[in-house]
């Protein structure tokens, strides 16, 4: 990202080509996952490392994230943190530009994705406790014989 230079402040002026920093945080995300960098399923860096990384306040990384995950490019796990979101390749990228053919599946795709992801490990986990219960009442069973 090299030139690009953030505004420090959250206005610009009318017609201004200076992104603000929230802005070229997403981009420089967003350039490490068409890179491969970044890879579905990898998980984006922390709160504060992007605001150590760009010298940013907590709410202006937040606005970033947000961003990528309206757009589809992360999604969130809950008490895990931010995620590469799985994007659909172009079965011939040979006519695509890099930016087109990595493009983020739609923001609802991505939604629908982690929605299911969670639904997985929310019955697997369910499937764990029955699991747990049934031993400890077989066990609760024969100790009271």
Not at 42 to 62: I, K, N, W, Y
Not at 116 to 143: F, H, N, T, V
Request: with cysteine; aromatic share 4%; proline share 4%.
């Amino acid at each position: 990202m090299a030139g690009v230079v953030a505004t420090r402040r959250g206005r610009r002026p009318a017609g201004s080509g200076v992104p603000l920093t929230f802005e070229v945080i997403a981009e420089a995300l967003r350039e490490r996952i068409r890179s491969g960098e970044l890879r579905p399923c990898d998980a984006l860096p922390t709160q504060a490392v992007l605001m150590r990384e760009f010298g940013a306040s907590s709410l202006t990384v937040q606005k970033a994230m947000a961003l990528l995950k309206q757009e589809g490019w992360a999604v969130s796990r809950p008490g895990k943190g931010a995620f590469v979101a799985h994007y659909d390749h172009a079965d011939d990228t040979g006519d695509l530009d890099g930016r087109e053919a990595t493009a983020p599946a739609t923001g609802t795709a991505a939604r629908v994705e982690a929605l299911e992801r969670a639904l997985a490990e929310a019955a697997q986990q369910i499937a764990d406790l029955r699991g747990r219960i049934e031993a400890l009442e077989s066990g609760s069973g024969e100790r009271g014989r």
